[in-house]
Structures are given as structure tokens and as C-alpha cells.
């Protein structure tokens, strides 16, 4: 009876391990030790105690999986390209808050160039007029 016991609950654990490293993570558990107890409905005290071998079997997998490159979370993997594209983004907000701050300046100089420009246009039409009502006549262009 307790090898029947025990039997079916290394069968647990084994299916638990397969369903986790194949990146079949229910909602709420991840890819650890923890979820596999959780999983394959087995305490994790026994599960370190009892079944150490197949506790460090589901570490060499898991290990072995992460140094190939892959995830068997594919949450992780979710949340790692997000954070890429979170960090792309805001180097992009920051070139444009760059660029707005150069547009801003910019705008800020040509108004004030214009209002020169403006001023002095107005003041040689102010001395133009004064000089024709003073009696003098304009050369005519050659």
C-alpha cells in the first residue's frame, strides 16, 4: 500500500515536471520547486525529503533548458521582451523630449529674429518718411 502511495505520487511528480518544463505553467505558478509540489499535489518538506531525486532531476532540466537559451516559462519570456521594448521606448520619448526642447529654442530665437527684423523695417520706413517730407527726393535707381 504505501509503495502504491508512493509510486503514484512519483508518477505526479513526474507528470507535474513534464507539464512545467514543456511551458505548461498554470495561471498564478511559475516554473520552480514550488509549483511542481503545488502541481503535483505533493508537500514540499516531502518533496525535498522523500523525493530528492526528483527534485534535483526537475533542477538539471530546468538548468540544462535555461542554458540553451530558452525559457520554459513563457511569461519570463513575455515579460523580458516587454522590458526591451519598454527600455527602446523610452529612449525614443527621451530623443523626442530632445528634439521638442531644440524645436522650442529654436522657435524661440526665429520670433525673436523676426520681431528685430520687424523693428528695424519699421524704423527705416520711419526715416524714409522723414526724409521725403523733409523736401529731399529719392535718387532714382540706375
Do not use: W
Not at 37 to 46: K, M, Q
Not at 114 to 125: D, G
Amino acid at each position: 500500500m504505501a509503495s502504491e502511495r508512493h509510486a503514484q505520487a512519483e508518477a505526479r511528480i513526474q507528470a507535474a515536471m513534464e507539464q512545467l518544463l514543456g511551458g505548461d505553467i498554470p495561471e498564478g505558478l511559475r516554473c520552480d520547486i514550488k509549483s511542481l509540489s503545488t502541481l503535483s499535489g505533493v508537500p514540499r518538506a516531502t518533496l525535498y525529503r522523500t523525493y530528492p531525486h526528483l527534485k534535483q532531476e526537475f533542477e538539471q532540466r530546468l538548468g540544462r533548458v535555461r542554458e540553451t537559451g530558452g525559457e520554459p516559462d513563457p511569461r519570463i519570456t513575455q515579460v523580458d521582451r516587454l522590458k526591451g521594448e519598454v527600455a527602446r521606448l523610452r529612449g525614443r520619448i527621451a530623443r523626442m523630449n530632445q528634439e521638442l526642447t531644440e524645436a522650442e529654442a529654436f522657435r524661440t530665437t526665429a520670433l525673436s529674429r523676426l520681431a528685430a527684423q520687424h523693428e528695424e523695417i519699421v524704423s527705416l520706413r520711419r526715416e524714409l518718411s522723414d526724409a521725403t517730407a523733409g523736401g529731399l527726393r529719392m535718387v532714382p535707381p540706375r
